[in-house]
């Protein structure tokens, strides 16, 4: 039997927020009906995630308010995992179209995990140039930009975690004819660990609003 995926990444990340919180509810708190007050907090909340859950859905997310520890919380989430919707890999010709102005861009071979992806980046470390590929309001669309690593922590303009950041500096033509505004702004130096972190969409569609 193969699960039907229904689960955005960042979806999949916020519940996973929740589950946490929840476990950390049931370590701490002895009172039954604190304990059930979080519990239906966190049902609604993950709920509302959703605009068309299919009955089976439902039950599968309803699972939370049986998790009581970290234990069955891993095992919740493994099995969640599988329902989580994979980021589509681009084609040579699908890449060509997000960044035409690239030429001979390759996607690296080695580690993208598709199944755990909100947005796509990679690195070419030998130009420092980042290529990311993005769901916008406007639909999937491709950015690039040079890289900085810097050496102190800031806060993730797409996952809003604070954590180890480079600079991503960004070209956009400016409103006089010829003329160029340069952005920079702070997001994961580790792409695949912003993935596992990022679980709000509208932080991401802001930060594409602020770099275009
Ligand atoms: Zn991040």
Not at 145 to 153: A, D, I, L, P, S
Not at 169 to 198: F, R, S, W
Request: net charge neutral.
């Amino acid at each position: 039997m193969t699960n039907e995926p229904f689960l955005r990444n960042d979806q999949f990340n916020f519940i996973k927020r929740q589950v946490h919180q929840l476990v950390n509810g049931h370590a701490s708190v002895n009172d039954q009906h604190v304990i059930g007050a979080l519990e239906s907090l966190s049902i609604e909340k993950v709920l509302d995630l959703f605009s068309d859950l299919t009955p089976e859905q439902k039950e599968v997310l309803q699972h939370i308010v049986k998790i009581g520890d970290k234990e069955e919380a891993e095992i919740f989430l493994f099995n969640l995992a599988s329902y989580i919707i994979p980021f589509s890999e681009p084609s040579e010709q699908r890449l060509k179209k997000l960044f035409p102005k690239v030429k001979k861009l390759k996607l690296p071979t080695e580690g993208l995990n598709y199944k755990r992806m909100t947005y796509l980046s990679f690195d070419d470390i030998g130009t420092k140039r980042r290529y990311i590929i993005t769901p916008s309001q406007k639909g999937m669309i491709g950015l690039s930009g040079t890289y900085e690593e810097t050496n102190v922590k800031h806060f993730c303009a797409i996952c809003n975690r604070l954590t180890n950041v480079c600079m991503f500096m960004t070209k956009t033509k400016g409103d006089i004819p010829g003329t160029y505004t340069k952005k920079g702004n702070y997001i994961c130096q580790d792409a695949e660990d912003c993935n596992h972190h990022v679980w709000s969409l509208d932080k991401l569609f802001e930060f594409v609003d602020n770099v275009r």
